[in-house]
């Protein structure tokens, strides 16, 4: 029996065909008595949309269910979809449903999802004790293929999916969270494209999946989408009302369900670059916290390997994508009369989601450089985060950044270094960490900035923190101006530094007496005189001031510890035209800061390294060149 669809459902094929088939499982044995009703050749057609759909048979076994419900429930009748809702079934077993859509190749085959063995056990009331999906089979344009293995859940409240999704004739209604499944488990599966690549999936868990029903169904935004795609495929806009519901439909979707933390265990695939070298790409496992309304979890790929033969690689141990919040932003939804282009120009900023942030640890880089033919990227970073909170107007008003332990190999091709220097004194790569945290205090209209880290291992480190004062909401405004403005009315409070010297001055200062044709000693000697005089003349000739200058000068000189506080003698800090004024004046700043300098800890040096003395060995690998006698 073939039956046609009507066309506005046209498009709600391939998830009614999901629907019945992630939900239709489980086995159970019947007796003799048992009452089955068996359903054959249920087909949808597609006149009047792109899709098809077969069932070759149904088997309900003392179910509360007749044919023509049966086949109402793939053919799309209106509200064919309640008597889920209500079923009542010893068993429901679907050996195959086979749903056929275009390719997204022009000129290729239809694209082909078939669900096998789907069965649903002990059904009451729309309620299934378990379902089942033995295995999933795809295949699509450019000879891609797929196989998923079994898909199952525990108990399965059909009714309850129905009201989350509005597919039933009378949509439910209410904010109540229901439990649609508990125990979901994927027992994984592959994807194959012809000799170009494949992929083997790992297994996948679910504690459970909970859900209200949502103010508008999926038929009528269904519908809105059709149309939609149909004014961008003219060239037309599409219709601000039409936009205006999808919008508010998303949002209350965001706002509808929450779940329990997923894992999944990986992946593995293999194919080849554009070049023809082997590549794989691999991943450990893969974590998914738990959806909230309105909160989208934090997402962690492990042991990422992307391997390239004969080219490079890419690894890393971990890698998370922390919580996202829309609160806000559906809020703003919410409360908007009418969500147009004008709307999303205007009030764009509130619409950005609050994320945490992002990690990023043990990751290892040789890849080519693409800016520069025949040169490497190489390195490896121990960890990298960011934290991000307490967003006012779209912005994150707190900020935690570090990167930990970047390690960087010297190579000759780094221009910028002094790389002779560098590996005559052992420093064959540099250790680099760097971080900074600012927290801006509405309260107090101010910005701690605390960490403002570089440490070059054994070059050196440098910490610097502060308080800036006037740092008002302004700084937050959506008028570009105003944030501005209130930028350039900042204050600078205070400023602490602290330098730890590991031999980069040592380094700095022995290329600096080269150039300058002096020695070492003199050079240091030089610098820190000038030092000292610039000090005095920012500070003024106050005792302060010259005690400051002399722990600059000893610092300069040779000292290994370096700490400098400097606090504004005004409470509420000294502003940009001061600092500015500064720079063509220094006794601008004259009078207007309390400077406190502490210089200590013993001279470190970077030694020459001798140069071992050629072997006769090393003579005879090289006669062009031998070494002198």
């Known amino acids: 029996m073939t039956r046609i669809a009507s066309a506005p459902l046209g498009r709600l094929r391939p998830l009614r065909a999901l629907l019945l088939g992630s939900v239709f499982a489980g086995f159970a044995a019947t007796g003799a008595s048992a009452e089955t009703l068996s359903v054959t050749g249920i087909t949808q057609g597609a006149a009047t949309g792109p899709y098809e759909l077969s069932v070759a048979s149904v088997e309900v076994v003392d179910g509360n269910i007749n044919e023509g419900a049966v086949r109402g429930l793939f053919t799309g009748a209106p509200g064919a979809l309640d008597a889920l809702a209500t079923l009542d079934a010893k068993s429901v077993i679907i050996p195959e449903i086979k749903v056929s859509y275009p390719s997204y190749v022009e000129g290729a085959g239809p694209s082909v999802i078939t669900y096998r063995d789907i069965t649903l056990t002990d059904v009451a009331n729309g309620v299934a004790a378990s379902a089942h999906v033995g295995g999933t089979d795809f295949s699509g344009a450019e000879s891609v293929t797929g196989t998923f293995g079994e ?256 390690i960087l190999p010297i190579t000759a091709d780094m221009t910028d270094l002094p790389v002779a220097d560098l590996l005559a004194r052992g420093v064959d790569k540099l250790d680099i960490s760097l971080g900074t945290k600012l927290a801006w205090d509405q309260a107090t209209s101010t910005i701690n900035v605390d960490d403002v880290l570089i440490d070059m291992g054994a070059l050196g480190r440098v910490n610097l923190s502060g308080t800036f004062g006037n740092a008002t909401e302004s700084l937050f405004a959506d008028n ?111 009078g207007k800061l309390n400077v406190v300098a502490e210089a200590s800890g013993e001279p470190v040096e970077l030694p020459v390294l001798d140069t071992p003395a050629p072997s006769t060995q090393d003579e005879k690998r090289d006669l062009k060149a031998p070494a002198a006698q």
């Open 480 to 590: 570009t101006d105003e944030a501005t403005m209130a930028a350039m009315l900042l204050t600078l409070r205070d400023v602490t530094i602290e330098i730890e010297d590991r031999g980069m001055s040592a380094l700095a200062f022995a290329a600096g007496a080269k150039d300058a044709g002096q020695s070492e000693a003199a050079f240091r000697t030089a610098v820190a005189g000038m030092a000292q005089g610039m000090t005095l003349a920012f500070l003024g000739n106050t005792t302060e001031a010259l005690t400051a200058a002399q722990q600059l000068g000893t610092f300069l000189s040779g000292a290994s510890h370096l700490k400098l506080t400097i606090t504004a003698k005004d409470e509420a800090g000294i502003g940009l035209a001061d600092l500015a004024a500064a720079e063509t004046n220094p006794a601008a700043l004259a």
């Open 151 to 406: 898909m199952s859940v525990g108990r399965f409240d059909l009714a309850a999916l129905l009201g989350f999704y509005g597919l039933t004739a009378a949509p439910a209604a209410g904010t109540e969270m229901k439990e649609v499944y508990a125990d979901f488990k994927f027992s994984g599966g592959s994807l194959k494209g012809g000799d170009a690549f494949s992929c083997e999936f790992g297994t996948g868990e679910l504690g459970s999946f909970s859900a209200r029903p949502l103010k508008q169904n999926f038929t009528e935004i269904n519908a809105l989408i059709v149309e939609a795609d149909a004014a961008q495929k003219a060239g037309t806009e599409v219709a601000p009302e039409t936009v205006d519901k999808l919008v508010r439909f998303y949002a209350d979707m965001f706002t509808a369900f929450s779940s329990t933390p997923m894992t999944f265990s990986g992946f593995n695939c293999s194919g080849k670059d554009d070049k023809g070298n082997p590549l794989t790409v691999a991943s450990g496992p893969i974590t998914v916290g738990g959806f909230e309304p309105a909160i989208y979890p934090a997402i962690s790929l492990n042991d990422f390997d992307m391997t390239v033969e004969n080219d490079g690689l890419l690894k890393f141990g971990n890698f998370t994508w922390k919580k996202m919040d829309f609160s806000a932003a559906i809020a703003a939804i919410e409360a908007a009369t009418k969500l147009d282009e004008a709307y999303f120009t205007t009030n764009w900023r509130k619409l950005v989601p609050a994320l945490d942030g992002m990690s990023l640890a043990n990751l290892t880089i040789d890849v080519p450089d693409p800016e520069s033919s025949g040169k490497r990227i190489t390195g490896t970073l121990g960890a990298f985060d960011a934290t991000l909170g307490n967003y006012v107007n779209g912005i994150p008003a707190d900020i935690s950044l570090n990167l930990a332990n970047f």
